[in-house]
């Protein structure tokens, strides 16, 4: 359990899978939540009917996070809905339905749509939030990275590539951000059973014998070390990448 009374927290792609559940688990503990995306609304509204049922107050905004006028409309909405910033879970990827394929075989505009969305998609809230942060003296910033850039991934090259840009995208940000007070860290799911996930691979075909404890993830593991790097038990841990895969790649 972790304290979060009070928080406000910004969830990009809110709308299912381990964006629900991060509202979710900020709302339990006490956080006010922003829960954006750019398509599903409907999965968005049910996440803050969700999180109101909890107790917690929610919102929800549709957003584009590769469109900077789209993220500073986010910041602001939280400004003028909640009066403060403390929290922004860079979750959103383009990952839902990808079809594995060859490196040669993948098209520009998926490589192109691969990289805006998750890595752009990352930089750009996290400019957009920054102001307000430094002008409290103190924020949180999670970004959502993987396991397989540890490891690698057969016919996923551009999202293997993505993933690895959000470690060193975290690690410069670290030094930029640090003087004011506001740590970003990324935690690295290994393979969890979301919506998402099951249109990648069979979850309970998925070979764990690589795998310490013999188990795929679930939501709540990863949810369990995000609300830590949130929370004031981890205000001197920045710049680094928490793997949270069973112990399948080791660092």
């Given at each position: 359990m972790v304290n979060l009374k009070g928080k406000v927290a910004i969830?990009?792609?809110?709308?299912?899978?381990?964006?629900?559940?991060?509202?979710?688990?900020?709302?339990?503990?006490?956080?006010?939540?922003?829960?954006?995306?750019?398509?599903?609304i409907q999965g968005l509204e049910d996440t803050i009917k969700s999180v109101r049922a909890l107790g917690a107050e929610g919102e929800y905004l549709q957003i584009d996070v590769t469109s900077r006028a789209d993220n500073e409309k986010m910041a602001k909405f939280a400004i003028d809905r909640f009066g403060k910033i403390d929290i922004l879970v860079n979750n959103a990827a383009f990952y839902y339905g990808v079809e594995r394929k060859p490196f040669n075989e993948i098209s520009e505009a998926e490589w192109d749509m691969m990289m805006s969305v998750n890595v752009k998609g990352t930089w750009l809230p996290t400019v957009a939030v920054f102001p307000f942060m430094k002008q409290a003296g103190k924020g949180k910033i999670i970004n959502l990275t993987s396991e397989v850039f540890f490891?690698?991934?057969?016919?996923?090259?551009?999202?293997?590539?993505?993933?690895g840009a959000i470690v060193g995208l975290?690690?410069?940000?670290?030094?930029?951000?640090?003087?004011?007070?506001?740590?970003?860290?990324?935690?690295?799911?290994?393979?969890?059973?979301?919506?998402?996930?099951?249109t990648i691979a069979s979850v309970e075909k998925y070979d764990t014998s690589k795998t310490p404890l013999r188990r795929v993830g679930t939501a709540e593991d990863i949810v369990g070390a995000t609300l830590f790097l949130c929370s004031d038990d981890a205000d001197f841990i920045t710049g680094q990448t928490m793997l949270v895969d069973g112990g399948r790649a080791m660092h």
């Open positions: 969830v990009t792609g809110g709308a299912k899978g381990l964006g629900r559940a991060f509202c979710e688990g900020f709302a339990r503990e006490g956080a006010k939540v922003l829960a954006v995306t750019r398509k599903d490891t690698g991934s057969t016919g996923f090259v551009h999202y293997v590539a993505t993933k975290t690690r410069a940000l670290a030094i930029e951000l640090g003087p004011h007070n506001i740590c970003i860290n990324a935690v690295a799911p290994g393979f969890t059973d979301t919506e998402a996930s099951r």
